[in-house]
């Protein structure tokens, strides 16, 4: 097995380099860059090693539950398979470890917003909660696009029960592996015209943003801004992506 190749494994049984990895992160600046934009980046949360097995593991295989080809849906072009359960070790090291960092945004997202529920502070009980609704296929993911791809602007909404905050990470280095195909993410304010943002990603560079709503401070108290995320047009090379959601799918 090459070095590469391990990467996905190394982790079996062995939650603390996820949780060692989170824990370096400077969670008030990601707090305060989320409440103020609806995104912040986590850099360098993937080595480039572990971005390489990841991108090197895509195809058929049983540790995918489907195959979406997005040109087939008018969802853009380009395509991408949802792993099975169980999630490589390290998609399941980093979706628990994260979890519990942004359920406390998530709260104070929804108490601004006046929305009702509560998400439990670990991730077994969140997954309990989506499993007894009837939402029990697991949503992490891998992308692949090509040269001409590209990803329309959606939510990944997935039944009643949506986790507010999912994270993408680039496995791929713009410039070198491909050209174009950035990563973007618009907000559409009440009654205003939508405005979009170019999220800078290097390879490795994790994302966190709003899977659908977040509250934003207005002269006369919040408001909800509504957030839809996709990937512009790729002019040359590959691009690969995981993206971790933290809700599961009907
Ligand atoms: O390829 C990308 O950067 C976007 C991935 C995406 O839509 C997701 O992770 O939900
Ligand atoms: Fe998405």
Same mark, same amino acid.
């Given at each position: 097995?090459?070095?590469?190749?391990?990467?996905?494994?190394?982790?079996?049984?062995?939650?603390?380099?996820?949780?060692?990895?989170?824990?370096?992160?400077?969670?008030?600046?990601?707090?305060?860059?989320?409440?103020?934009? +609806?995104?912040?980046?986590?850099?360098?949360?993937?080595?480039?090693?572990?971005?390489?097995?990841?991108?090197?593991?895509?195809?058929?295989?049983?540790?995918?539950?489907?195959? #979406?080809?997005?040109? !087939?849906?008018?969802?853009? !072009?380009?395509?991408?398979?949802?792993?099975?359960?169980?999630?490589?070790?390290? #998609?399941? +090291?980093? !979706?628990?470890?994260?979890?519990?960092?942004?359920?406390?945004?998530?709260?104070?997202?929804?108490?601004?917003?006046?929305?009702?529920?509560?998400?439990?502070?670990?991730?077994?009980?969140?997954?309990?909660?989506?499993?007894?609704?009837?939402?029990?296929?697991?949503?992490?993911?891998?992308?692949?696009?090509?040269?001409?791809?590209?990803?329309?602007?959606?939510?990944?909404?997935? +039944?009643?029960?949506?986790?507010?905050?999912?994270?993408? #990470?680039?496995?791929?280095?713009?410039?070198?592996?491909?050209? +174009?195909?950035?990563? #973007?993410?618009?907000?559409? !304010?009440? *009654?205003?015209?939508? *405005?979009?943002?170019?999220? @800078?990603?290097?390879?490795?560079?994790?994302?966190?943003?709003?899977?659908?709503?977040? @509250?934003?401070?207005?002269? *006369?108290?919040?408001?909800?801004?509504?957030?839809?995320?996709?990937?512009?047009?790729?002019?040359?090379?590959?691009?690969?992506?995981?993206?971790?959601?933290?809700?599961?799918? *009907?």
């Amino acid at each position: 097995m090459t070095q590469e190749a391990d990467a996905t494994t190394r982790y079996a049984g062995r939650p603390e380099p996820a949780l060692t990895r989170v824990s370096t992160i400077d969670w008030e600046r990601v707090r305060g860059d989320l409440d103020a934009a +609806g995104f912040a980046l986590l850099p360098g949360l993937l080595a480039d090693a572990e971005c390489d097995a990841f991108a090197a593991g895509y195809g058929p295989g049983a540790q995918f539950r489907s195959h #979406v080809v997005m040109a !087939r849906h008018g969802f853009g !072009r380009g395509e991408y398979r949802y792993y099975s359960y169980p999630l490589p070790p390290l #998609v399941q +090291g980093l !979706r628990t470890a994260l979890y519990p960092r942004l359920a406390g945004i998530a709260n104070r997202w929804n108490a601004r917003m006046g929305m009702a529920g509560v998400y439990p502070d670990d991730h077994a009980a969140w997954l309990d909660a989506c499993h007894a609704a009837g939402q029990t296929r697991p949503t992490p993911l891998l992308l692949r696009y090509g040269e001409g791809d590209y990803n329309c602007l959606h939510q990944d909404l997935y +039944g009643d029960l949506a986790f507010p905050l999912q994270v993408a #990470v680039l496995l791929s280095a713009p410039g070198e592996d491909f050209t +174009g195909g950035e990563f #973007v993410l618009t907000e559409q !304010r009440p *009654r205003m015209q939508t *405005r979009v943002e170019v999220v @800078p990603l290097a390879k490795g560079d994790a994302v966190v943003f709003a899977v659908n709503e977040r @509250p934003s401070k207005g002269v *006369r108290g919040d408001y909800r801004v509504k957030m839809r995320h996709g990937v512009s047009r790729l002019r040359s090379g590959h691009r690969h992506t995981l993206g971790i959601i933290f809700h599961d799918a *009907r």
